[in-house]
C-alpha cells in the first residue's frame, strides 16, 4: 500500500470530521450564531476569556431573545492549560447558565475542538456536563445532560443547493489533531509558564502566523476541492468566504476589543463583532457591528 502523503492525510482527517455528522436544517426561518474559542479559563491571568465575558453573556442574551440556536465551534472550555473543569464552572457560572438555558431550550449544539478534544469522552460528559452550581439560586442546575460533542456538525440546506460544513478545524494541524497529547502536555507544561515571560506559543495556530496561514490554506483547498462551505474556528482569525474561495472563520471570543462570530439568518451568512462602545451620554454597551459582506446562499455557488 502507497502512504498517504502529508496533504492526502490533511484532506482525510477533515473529511472524516464530517462522518456520521450532526445534520440540522437550514432554511430561511433559521437563526444560528456560531461561536467558537471562548477558552473559558480559571479566573487567572491566562483567562483570556474573562475580560470579554460581559460581551459574550450580552450576545447569548441578544441571540436568545430572537429565537437563535446556539453552535459552539470547539475551544469553548480552556481544558489544555487547566486540568480542572470543575473550578472553570465555578468561575464562570453566568456563562454555564446561558448555555443551560439554549441546552434546556433545544437550542444549543457543539463540536470538540483540539483544546477540549475530552468532551469527546462519555465519561467526561458525565461527570462535567450534569450540573453546574447557579448563583442566583444557590444551588446545583442542570448543565447539558446527555449532550453530545461533534466532530462535524453539517448545515442541510432544505432546497438542496447549498449545504454548510462547520468543524473547529484543528484536523487541519497533525500537531493539534493527530498529536493532541503531546501538543498539550507541551502546552500545559512548558509553553503556558513561558508564556508568562512573553514567549508565545510555536505550535498554536492562533499564535504564530506561519501555522496559521498553513491551516487556513489547506481549509480553503478542501472546501474548494469538495464545493462545500466550510466555517471552522481555530485560528482565531475571522473571515468571511467567496465563491472562489468558500471558507469562513467565526474567530474568536478571547480578541482584546470584543468577540466575533458568524450570525446565520434568512439562508444568509453574517460576520459581526461584538465590542464595548461608548455611548452619547457616557455610558458603555455592548455594541454589534458587522465585518465584512454578508454571503447569501441563493447567489452564493
Request: net charge positive.
Amino acid at each position: 500500500m502507497i502512504p498517504l502523503t502529508p496533504a492526502a492525510r490533511t484532506r482525510r482527517r477533515i473529511s472524516n470530521a464530517f462522518e456520521g455528522a450532526l445534520r440540522l436544517p437550514l432554511c430561511p426561518c433559521s437563526k444560528y450564531i456560531l461561536l467558537s474559542d471562548c477558552h473559558r479559563g480559571v479566573g487567572n491571568a491566562n483567562d483570556n476569556f474573562l475580560s470579554n465575558e460581559y460581551l459574550y453573556l450580552a450576545a447569548l442574551q441578544h441571540y436568545f431573545r430572537r429565537g437563535f440556536t446556539y453552535l459552539e465551534l470547539g475551544d469553548g472550555d480552556e481544558l489544555w492549560e487547566n486540568r480542572s473543569f470543575q473550578k472553570i464552572k465555578e468561575i464562570h457560572p453566568r456563562s454555564f447558565e446561558i448555555i443551560s438555558r439554549y441546552y434546556s431550550a433545544g437550542r444549543m449544539y457543539a463540536v470538540y475542538g483540539n483544546h477540549d478534544m475530552v468532551k469527546r469522552r462519555n465519561r467526561f460528559r458525565q461527570e462535567h456536563l450534569h450540573s453546574y452550581f447557579c448563583d442566583h439560586s444557590l444551588q446545583e442546575r442542570p448543565l447539558c445532560p446527555d449532550i453530545t460533542f461533534y466532530s462535524g456538525i453539517i448545515l442541510q440546506d432544505i432546497n438542496r443547493k447549498t449545504d454548510i460544513y462547520l468543524t473547529h478545524g484543528h484536523q487541519a494541524d497533525p500537531l493539534n489533531s493527530t498529536f493532541w497529547l503531546l501538543s498539550r502536555f507541551l502546552v500545559r507544561y512548558v509553553w503556558r509558564p513561558l508564556e508568562k515571560l512573553g514567549i508565545p506559543d510555536p505550535t498554536s495556530a492562533a499564535k504564530n502566523n506561519r501555522r496559521k496561514k498553513k491551516s487556513e490554506q489547506r481549509l480553503v483547498k478542501w472546501a474548494q476541492d469538495h464545493r462545500h462551505l466550510l466555517v471552522t474556528g481555530h485560528t482565531h482569525h475571522p473571515m468571511i468566504g467567496t465563491k472562489e474561495s468558500p471558507y469562513c472563520n467565526t474567530g474568536s471570543c478571547i480578541h482584546p476589543t470584543g468577540i466575533t462570530g458568524i450570525e446565520i439568518e434568512n439562508r444568509c451568512l453574517t460576520l459581526v463583532k461584538w465590542s464595548t462602545q461608548a455611548r452619547a451620554d457616557l455610558t458603555l454597551q455592548a455594541a454589534r457591528e458587522v465585518l465584512g459582506d454578508t454571503i447569501c446562499l441563493d447567489a452564493y455557488l
